[in-house]
């Protein structure tokens, strides 16, 4: 008691001294603050606090979802889902992660992306460490019940058998929760057999396609740095991985800090407030603006590795956006330091019959590194023609089949 007493009376005495002391102590803090943004060349707190108060114009009132998945998953409501994998639907930082809400301050409206911090369902940690000279980490935004579309795009131009000579690739298909059982157990199935499914904790659905973009930067950060490049597609694209190992990483080893893609310049995409539309966007996002910022069309991109966890950790301050392309390829690298766009719009086919034609007529290679298959029967005419056109041109083998799903990897010769 007589302590107690004696220390009160010391700081009374001496106000003045305490309060410098306090001073310096923040002045210290400051300091350390600022040289860990300067060190990790991107502005985010030291802290990470999902409750912090932040206004933005980008800021939701709420994440919008598709009709189907408006049910908001409370825990123990769904026993549904298969036994094998034992998880539950609850809560994050205090609110929900069935998709439908977000992560959102006590004391603003704004939301941010659920996959900042929620644990995988399903993920295979070794995929990418397991290889000693990793060329490309292919991650694909594909559907639960895709089973077909994933089984081609492991077949054809993902499959390492025909590349060996030049490098390899790993594929890593990014996927949310399902509802449907029966979908679950065969998902779980697929991993086992393949192990390339990384399952997140919100529900799949259109406009959840944030979160999901959002969960492969995190696992890439955590157990994909080895790879030289990440190739973001969906899934009824086909890469022409020959020209990716043979021309593309070359030209790009060495390099940092690039994203390539097809480039939505600034002030050029028009938002639409339409309501009837696919692609309706809601007043409290973009408040105020009628085109959106730069972007990339995630139709397929290819991004420098050492700027994913950058990617990653800027999500923590930008507020969820649900077109997926805006905000993993606009908005998160807008915040990072250094970020070098280059255009594939001459390199890219949006079109099927524009894609098949050229590979097909060309008596050169094709100029396209990226086609769009639209459906698996379409991926799977591509990849055809293109065994094809190697063959006519560069006198590479392929050997393939022309039965939809009995397609034989072999070894290329060159």
């Known amino acids: 008691m007589f302590m107690s007493t004696f220390a009160v009376q010391w700081v009374l005495r001496n106000t003045r001294l305490v309060i410098a002391l306090l001073g310096i102590s ?40 598709d009709d189907e998945y408006h049910t908001i998953i409370h825990k123990g409501e769904i026993k549904s889902i298969s036994e094998n994998l034992k998880y539950h639907l609850t809560t994050i930082h205090g609110v929900n992660i069935s998709g439908v809400n977000n992560t959102r ?62 490098g390899s690739v790993r594929i890593l298909f990014l996927l949310g929760t399902v509802l449907d059982n029966d979908t679950q157990i065969k998902i779980e199935d697929e991993f086992k ?22 969960m492969g930067y995190k696992w890439i950060s955590e157990n994909c740095m080895n790879a030289k490049m990440i190739v ?51 007043s409290d996002f973009f408040r105020g603006y009628q085109f959106y910022p730069q972007y990339c069309s995630g139709f397929g991109v290819i991004i420098s590795t050492d700027i994913i966890p950058f990617l990653y950790r800027a999500a ?53 590194l990226i086609s769009d298959g639209g459906n698996p029967e379409e991926v799977i005419q591509l990849w055809n023609a293109m065994g094809k056109a190697y063959k006519r041109t560069l006198n590479v083998q392929f050997t393939l089949s022309n039965t939809s799903h009995e397609m034989n990897a072999e070894n290329t010769t060159e």
């Open 26 to 65: 923040c002045l210290m803090m400051s300091v350390h603050y600022i040289s860990t943004v300067n060190h990790l060349h991107i502005i985010r707190p030291r802290i990470i606090d999902l409750h912090r108060q932040r206004g933005s114009t980008y800021s939701p009132k709420a994440i919008q979802s």
């Open 105 to 166: 301050s006590v004391y603003t409206k704004t939301l941010y992306p659920l996959t900042l911090d929620a644990p995988y369902l399903l993920s295979n940690q070794n995929l990418c460490k397991s290889v000693v000279n990793l060329s490309a980490l292919v991650i694909v935004h594909t559907a639960p019940n895709h089973f077909d579309r994933r089984d081609i795009m492991r077949k054809t131009w993902t499959n390492n058998s025909y590349f060996h000579h030049l």
């Open 232 to 282: 973001k597609v969906d899934d009824d694209v086909v890469v022409d991985t020959y020209k990716l190992l043979k021309e593309y990483i070359p030209k790009l080893s060495g390099k940092n800090r690039y994203i390539l893609c097809n480039y939505i310049f600034d002030r050029t995409m028009p938002i639409i407030r339409e309501k009837n539309s696919k692609w309706y966007v809601a």
């Open 316 to 368: 923590y301050l930008t507020p969820f956006f649900w077109v997926d392309d805006v905000y993993l390829y606009g908005m998160l690298p807008s915040k990072v330091k250094e970020v070098t766009y280059i255009s594939l719009a001459r390199n890219v086919s949006l079109n099927f019959d524009k894609g098949l034609q050229c590979i097909e007529n060309t008596i050169k290679q094709c100029p396209f």
């Open 193 to 214: 057999k393949h192990g390339d499914i990384l399952q997140g904790h919100f529900i799949d659905a259109y406009r959840n396609l944030t979160h999901k973009g959002v």
